[in-house]
């Protein structure tokens, strides 16, 4: 027996360095499920199964995986940041492929890979028959891949691959029902507010490279050479993203036009996991936030906002998914309160048994018929006699229409005026097969559209009037000659190319050149 | 008449033509079309394409699968030509080819007509081009094109302002301004207008999510609304700066507002009823839920809901968004007519924008429409002409590609070659093809689905005329069982007649002829168990015994105290600032618990939870309050408490001769209800028991068996001359359809002398349900082919306690046919959960009165059910409520699709996925004569089968003789063979089948 426990043992510890697994298992699954469907594999009752199981066994391999880290963990201590392979280099910083195993990674990372495997195998039943089965599959095992990539990441540009991977795939998801005009109208609302915390993502990578000169989460933590001003601008910029994932003012507007897709899709994504991806940043980041005071100040005051603004909203809602966003809202305002306040280990119970509870309570959505009895209680009564708040919580304080006029309109502007740009002046200017004009009376059959193509005409006619003078009119004059001479070199020169070593200098040249 | 009751007249009108759902919790299968009742079928449905249109008949393409399976033969094409009243049938066409084969023919070769574009693809890309016939065929068509009159024309200049002309007259009659606007500009305002209204109308009809209602809902909905939008920024935000002042110096008076903004939008007063009708139809889930609440103020929270309300807001919104469009459409306020006028100014544009809304036209003419759409200001009129001009070319190409295309489709189908079309002059092939095209899409889907119907009808006839000869009586029966008329029990009856040939069985409609109010032990109200249409005049409640009485006292304290902390939980974590936080934290971990059980064992957590659940409350020996000492000036509001002996006996008496059950009495007698369980389901009542409301049946068999085993109900039984022998004993069960278990009432008051006979039918019984289990599995796709009887049953009870499955079971599904007469006329049949069997002795009937009495009661549930299945199936989108996976519950009344939709009635696409939608084929054992009497006496009966929503058949009581009947031409005997498949048991027939099947005679089930 302990023969058998010590032969393992060399394993158990090495267990940690396979933790990559986690995100690119679900990732492989979304790529093979990706090519079933563009080689039209993926098509009545009988692709179902192939489609659900390897999803399936990809998240509950990723879950077991992480349940054995978890047990050598406790038994033999933290994993800590470990990394695994660069990606690349360049000068004194480099990206690299690192995991931070830790406390909070390992306990978010394994509640998510079980609501993630719970998520799959409840929708394998809910979507059979659906016309985008395998597409939902398929993009739920992408964001199961970009948020463990998140969760598990050692460095900020891990992460925000992972991040802008779950991003996509809610987009996608959002409209999962493509044919309903609302559902991709709000796909795109959420996909262009989404983007405001992406460039504040951005923008913190783009200080920890220039200030710090690495991403890894270790190096942000114990940056001491950072001045408190550049701290409190990298802070500033991973809240914005934070903000913006988890759906805090004043981007709550996305998340509640966000419920268009399946019941378990917005079970995962927007009660359970993606909107606490935001608050999982900031824990990650803590060492950094307490360098800067004020903006812990700005995430409490934050947070206390979005928590009045979804309290009021809950209030009023008449359909179950909306009141449960704004209830999830509201409590993940809480957590960003709490990690505000500093009290990040509460943050993170919080966190994990929220999301928990959320689950349960968004897949059973659709029996609520069965589970409540009475209406709930009503607010005060100076509240609930107030028709201003009442119509102000009914229309979410107009944020939503604002959000569409302030970002999603001048997006779609800016989007039609590329367009017109593009079909007016770009498409002209390089011409379009089929819109030839003829350029010259006399050679009616040269047809030209477009820049290019007036430059070959051009070039043809000069190389046109060259053949006249060169070879039509002066034949066996001096120029001939030379031409002659000159076609004899050339046919020289291709013989030897044709000579396997000159052809492989010729192969290696063309590297150097490239490279 | 007086502006508010000629309005009351249009509103009142408007139930004919939303849909008439009640609040979800009541789901009752009706007939979508209720409204168009008055119509005969095919009628009622071109009147309703044309009112919303929606497609109501099966695509084409479904029927010319079936065509190419054998499930319709061209036997049954022609008939079906033939039945439906065409003129010319047998004029020839030219050679010797008649139009019923020209027919025939086009609807084989189908009604998908490719454009001039992919016809040219499918030239490059298929033989097409080499094949003779069709290069024949394209010679015809182009050397003809000059003199066949072309629909669109070359000349736009003449076409158009016609066009426009009847597009304007369709304002008010089937569309309304919106539809117009949304044609020119493709911009639809209802989306706007949904987008206003959603919220504030969910807000006011909600019967229980939200915390917070409108402060101002007590004043009706018009009121309401105003107060919020008097100070919703909304207006200003979407560019609509004027409407706030203009909200706020309106009329007070609802009906004043309407009268005004009518006036505004449509001048002519003729068309207000059609255009109200219009609008409504436009949000029609959020209308009929609206309408619904207002005709039944009782069954609200207290809320006044006016449809007036709705109407006025409605039109309204219609008004100001329509003129708002308008304007920028047209660049200039402008009302209706002034509308009119601009484009009659334009038929270059009118043109072009609606051949860019008609579709159809290539990407290159598509993208220059569009662009010229969007800087249509800055479009001069020759720009439009150009553009008008390239379109009609293009049209007339398109044309003559399809006439090419539908000439060789047709050539095909009836076999001729190229010689034959060769010898065929211009004027012949004009004939041609207008006898190809002579009928529209609603004639061909009638003709498809008469021909469907006819080859189903031929089955279940000849599987009547077979099994004629095998009919016997079962001589002393050890138990007679009544089952409801329910299809899904067809197959429990069957299995249970396989296993016990000694068994009777009987089906009737599943309230057993006790129409009452119910409430049980636990149960807060009382809920009315029958037919939709009947109002119960008794109320019977469950109570304790007299032992149970501590019992009882420590059950409802648990079990409120379970319930408190349940609402705390689901409530407050949504809606409490402190309490939430506390809660969800507390209910995390188990929550996951839960989640990991019900995914990986849901079977067993199902049936864990509820054992825990009734060890924690604590069970409870009840009896029935079921007999009132004297009659009581009873009413639906305040029913009386129980039954009196008189009434008992007449309840008994009526419903065992409407059985047929008036002798040869068995030891058991067992009534057996149903009702379904299912988790995660808001639809869940619609696959409970039709003939109780959408309800549980269990209670209703439960009081007639204590009815029937009382001593004075005996007695007073005997002297009608109907004896029931004091070895009979009468209980009672309850068959859950979703896990295939049954539920046994009062066991324990069972005497000992019917112990031994009892144990024998509960194991004949669970053996039947687990048989029926594996009949029922074979359907499922996720369910594994060929499961023995136990795996069965093991899978069902997962697959009902199993929160991820939105298919607990297939419902009505497969409903098709109804059986009233005695059971040997189909004992021995395998009908697949197809038929609902109502059981009626001929024999004793001389009169029809009772028959009379089940048609009056069955007819409609039978029709209802079948029609809601059938609209649902034929277009989900528009009768039914889509899929369920993305459905969402709203305010407690309906779901929507997300959290913006209109709110969507009908059938959930998961319940009729596999349902073969066709009428319900009535075969009733009776005299012709008698059943005509029967329908001359009953408008109600002459309104379904006269207008053909059903289908009637009488099968002669004596002979093997079926006659159908025809509403034109009365009854027309029926001839065909009697020859079908033999196998030993269902079980034979049906293991690796996954598809409906045909009928079969079972050897096995011997009797």
New interface residues.
């Given amino acids: 027996m302990t023969a058998v426990i010590t032969a393992l043992l060399p394993l158990l510890t090495q267990l940690a360095d396979w933790v990559w697994l986690v995100p690119a298992l679900p990732l492989l699954v979304a790529f093979i499920i990706g090519s079933r469907i563009l080689l039209g594999h993926a098509g009545g009752?009988a692709a179902?199964p192939l489609t659900a199981n390897l999803a399936a066994l990809a998240s509950l391999a990723g879950l077991l995986l992480l349940l054995a880290i978890d047990g050598t963990a406790l038994w033999r201590g933290m994993p800590g940041h470990r990394q695994l392979g660069v990606w690349f280099a360049s000068g004194n910083w480099q990206a690299t492929v690192s995991v931070q195993l830790d406390g909070l990674a390992l306990s978010v990372a394994t509640?998510t890979a079980?609501?993630g495997w719970?998520v799959v195998?409840?929708?394998?039943?809910?979507?059979?028959?659906?016309a985008g089965f395998h597409r939902f599959i398929m993009l739920l095992c992408l964001f199961l891949a970009g948020i463990q990539l998140v969760l598990l990441a050692g460095n900020s540009l891990l992460a925000f691959v992972g991040w802008e991977m779950c991003g996509i795939a809610s987009f996608l998801l959002i409209g999962?029902?493509w044919q309903?005009?609302?559902?991709t109208g709000?796909a795109l609302f959420a996909f262009v507010t989404n983007r405001g915390g992406d460039a504040g993502f951005l923008l913190a990578l783009g200080f920890v490279a220039a200030w710090l000169g690495s991403f890894e989460w270790p190096a942000l933590a114990a940056a001491n050479p950072l001045s408190v001003a550049d701290a409190r601008l990298i802070a500033l910029a991973f809240v914005l993203a934070a903000l913006a994932k988890s759906a805090q003012l004043p981007f709550t507007p996305w998340i509640?036009?966000a419920?268009?897709?399946?019941?378990?899709s917005s079970a995962i994504f927007y009660g359970a996991v993606m909107v606490h991806a935001g608050a999982y940043l900031l824990l990650r980041l803590e060492p950094l936030l307490l360098q800067a005071p004020d903006v812990m100040l700005a995430l409490v005051a934050m947070g206390s906002l979005t928590?009045l603004y979804a309290?009021l909203c809950?209030?009023?809602?008449?359909?179950?998914?909306?009141?449960?966003i704004?209830?999830t809202i509201?409590?993940v305002a809480?957590i960003f309160v709490e990690i505000g306040l500093g009290w990040t280990t509460l943050a993170t119970?919080?966190l994990?048994?929220?999301?928990?509870?959320?689950?349960?309570?968004f897949?059973?959505?659709?029996?609520?018929?069965?589970?409540?009895?009475?209406?709930?209680?009503?607010?005060p009564a100076w509240?609930?006699?107030?028709?201003?708040i009442?119509?102000?919580?009914?229309?979410h304080f107009?944020l939503d229409?604002?959000g569409q006029?302030l970002l999603v309109e001048p997006t779609e502007a800016f989007a039609r005026d590329l367009r017109n740009l593009e079909?007016k002046f770009i498409d002209p200017a390089i011409g379009e097969p089929g819109h030839g004009q003829p350029i010259d009376v006399e050679r009616p059959l040269i047809l030209v559209d477009g820049l290019p193509g007036r430059l070959l005409a051009a070039a043809a006619s000069v190389l046109q009037l060259l053949e006249d003078r060169l070879l039509l009119r002066s034949r066996g004059s001096a120029p001939e000659r030379l031409l002659r001479r000159l076609g004899r070199y050339l046919q020289t020169l291709e013989y030897l190319l044709e000579q396997p070593r000159y052809l492989m200098m010729a192969v290696m040249a063309t590297f150097v050149v490239i490279l | 008449m007086p502006r508010r009751q000629r309005l009351a007249h249009w509103i009142a009108h408007l139930a004919h033509i939303l849909p008439a759902q009640a609040p979800i919790r009541d789901f009752v299968h009706h007939n979508t079309l209720h409204g168009f009742q008055h119509l005969p079928f095919p009628e009622a449905l071109a009147a309703a394409h044309r009112l919303n249109g929606a497609a109501t008949y099966w695509p084409e393409s479904r029927f010319r699968e079936c065509y190419a399976s054998g499930r319709i033969s061209r036997d049954d094409l022609l008939a079906a030509i033939a039945e439906a009243g065409l003129s010319e049938l047998d004029q020839p066409v030219f050679h010797n080819l008649l139009q019923a084969d020209v027919l025939l023919a086009s609807l084989l070769a189908g009604d998908d007509i490719p454009g001039k574009n992919r016809l040219d693809w499918l030239m490059r890309e298929s033989n097409l081009a080499d094949e003779p016939v069709f290069a024949i065929c394209r010679q015809l068509t182009a050397a003809n094109r000059r003199t066949l009159p072309a629909p669109t024309g070359p000349d736009w200049r003449q076409t158009a302002p016609a066009r426009w002309a009847s597009l304007c007259q369709r304002v008010g009659k089937d569309w309304t301004l919106r539809s117009l606007l949304e044609h020119l500009s493709g911009e639809d305002v209802l989306e706007r207008a949904r987008r206003i209204l959603q919220r504030q109308l969910a807000a006011h009809l909600d019967l229980g999510v939200a915390a917070w209602r409108n402060p101002a809902r007590s004043r009706g909905f018009f009121a309401a609304w105003r107060a919020s939008a008097e100070l919703d920024m909304y207006w200003e935000l979407d560019e609509l700066p004027d409407v706030r002042d203009e909200i706020i110096h309106l009329p007070t008076d609802p009906l004043d507002v309407l009268h005004d903004e009518l006036t505004r939008l449509l001048p002519d007063e003729s068309l207000w009823q059609g255009y109200l009708e219009c609008l409504s139809l436009e949000l029609a889930g959020w209308s009929g839920m609206f309408l619904w609440r207002d005709r039944n103020p009782t069954h609200g929270d207290g809320t006044p809901v006016a449809m007036l309300d709705y109407l006025t807001v409605r039109v309204l919104l219609e008004r100001l968004l329509c003129h708002d469009l308008m304007s920028r459409l047209c660049g200039a306020p402008m009302d209706a007519d002034e509308l009119g006028a601009y484009f009659a100014a334009r038929p270059a544009e009118f043109f072009v924008r609606d051949a860019l809304r008609r579709q159809g036209l290539p990407e290159a003419l598509q993208n220059q429409a569009t662009s010229l759409l969007h800087a249509a200001h800055a479009t001069n009129e020759d720009d439009w002409a150009q553009l008008a001009t390239a379109i009609a070319d293009d049209l007339t190409e398109n044309e003559a590609a399809a006439r090419s295309w539908r000439l060789a489709g047709l050539s095909r189908e009836l076999g001729l070659t190229a010689n034959d079309l060769a010898t065929v002059s211009h004027e012949q092939m004009i004939a041609f093809l207008d006898c190809a095209t002579r009928l529209n899409t609603s004639q061909r889907g009638q003709i498809w689905l008469l021909a469907y119907e006819r080859h189903y009808r031929q089955q279940l006839f000849t599987a009547l005329t077979a099994n004629h000869s095998r009919q016997a009586r079962t001589p002393s029966p050890s138990a007679q069982v009544v089952f409801c008329m329910d299809d899904r029990e067809e197959g429990t009856r069957r299995h249970l007649e396989e296993i016990a040939p000694s068994v009777t069985t009987f089906g009737a409609a599943g309230f057993f002829g006790v129409a009452t109010y119910w409430q049980g032990l636990d149960d807060h109200e009382k809920t009315a168990l029958c037919p939709i249409v009947v109002q119960p005049q008794h109320i019977v409640r469950e109570q304790p015994t007299v032992a149970g009485a501590t019992a009882f006292k420590h059950h409802t304290a648990h079990r409120q105290k379970r319930l408190r902390w349940r609402e705390r939980l689901y409530q407050s974590t949504r809606r409490h600032a402190v309490g939430g936080p506390l809660l969800s934290t507390l209910a995390g971990g188990p929550a996951l618990a839960a989640l990991l059980a019900a995914t990986v064992a849901p079977g067993w957590f199902g049936e864990t939870t509820r054992r825990w659940r009734r060890n924690y409350d604590g069970e409870v020996p009840t009896q029935l309050v079921l007999t009132a000492e004297s009659p009581a000036a009873a009413t639906t509001e305040s029913p009386q408490a129980g039954f009196t002996n008189d009434e008992q006996v007449d309840r008994v008496e009526a419903f065992l001769r409407s059985i047929g059950l008036t002798n040869d009495f068995a030891p058991l007698v067992l009534l057996l209800g149903h009702g379904s369980g299912s988790e995660n389901n808001p639809h869940l009542s619609a696959y409970d028991c039709g003939a109780c409301s959408g309800r549980h049946g269990g209670p209703n068999a439960r009081i007639f068996a204590a009815m029937a085993n009382r001593q004075p109900v005996r007695a007073a039984l005997a002297r009608r001359g109907l004896s029931i022998p004091p070895t009979t004993w009468f209980i009672a069960a309850e068959h859950n359809t979703g896990d295939d278990g049954i539920e046994w009432y009062d066991l324990q008051q069972i005497p000992q002398h019917w112990q031994a006979a009892l144990d024998t039918l509960l194991g004949q019984l669970s053996e039947a349900c687990r048989g029926h289990a594996a009949e029922r599995c074979r359907r499922f796709a996720s369910a594994p082919p060929q499961l023995s009887p136990w795996q069965a049953r093991q899978h069902v009870i997962g697959r009902a306690n199993d929160i991820s499955q939105p298919r607990p079971e297939l419902g009505h599904a497969t409903n098709a046919a109804a059986f009233i007469g005695r059971r040997q006329m189909s004992r021995g049949l395998f009908l697949d959960r197809r038929v609902f069997l109502i059981s009626y002795d001929p024999s004793s009937d001389e009169s029809g009165n009772i028959l009379e009495k089940i048609l009056l009661a069955a007819g409609p549930v039978g029709a209802g059910i079948a029609l809601e299945y059938y609209f649902s199936s034929v277009d989900n989108e528009r009768f039914g409520c889509g899929s369920k996976i993305t459905h969402n519950i709203t305010g407690l009344f309906g779901v929507m699709e997300g959290v913006d939709s209109d709110l969507r009635t009908g059938l959930p696409w998961q319940m009729v996925e596999i349902h073969e939608p066709m009428r319900l084929l009535v075969v009733v054992e009776q005299t012709p004569e008698i059943l005509t009497a029967i329908i001359v006496r009953q408008p109600p009966l002459q309104e379904l089968i006269n207008n053909a929503w059903i289908i009637l058949a009488a099968k002669d009581p004596s002979t093997a003789a079926i006659e159908q009947y025809c509403p034109q031409r009365g009854w027309l005997p029926w001839s065909g063979d009697s020859v079908l498949p033999q196998v030993g048991r269902s079980a034979d027939w049906f293991t690796g089948e996954r598809e409906a099947l045909a009928p079969a005679l079972l050897l096995g089930a011997a009797r």
């Fill in positions: 009752d179902e509640l079980l609501i719970l195998r409840f929708s394998t039943n809910y979507l059979h028959r659906e999962y029902a309903r005009p609302i559902a709000n509640t036009r419920l268009e897709g399946p019941t378990p928590a309290w809950g209030l009023v809602q008449t359909d179950v998914k909306s009141a449960l704004f209830a509201f409590q809480l119970a919080h994990c048994l929220h999301a928990a509870w959320r689950t349960w309570q897949l059973l959505a659709p029996s609520w018929l069965v589970v409540t009895r009475q209406r709930p209680a009503p607010p509240l609930a006699r107030n028709q201003l009442y119509t102000a919580a009914q229309q107009w229409k604002l006029t079909e």
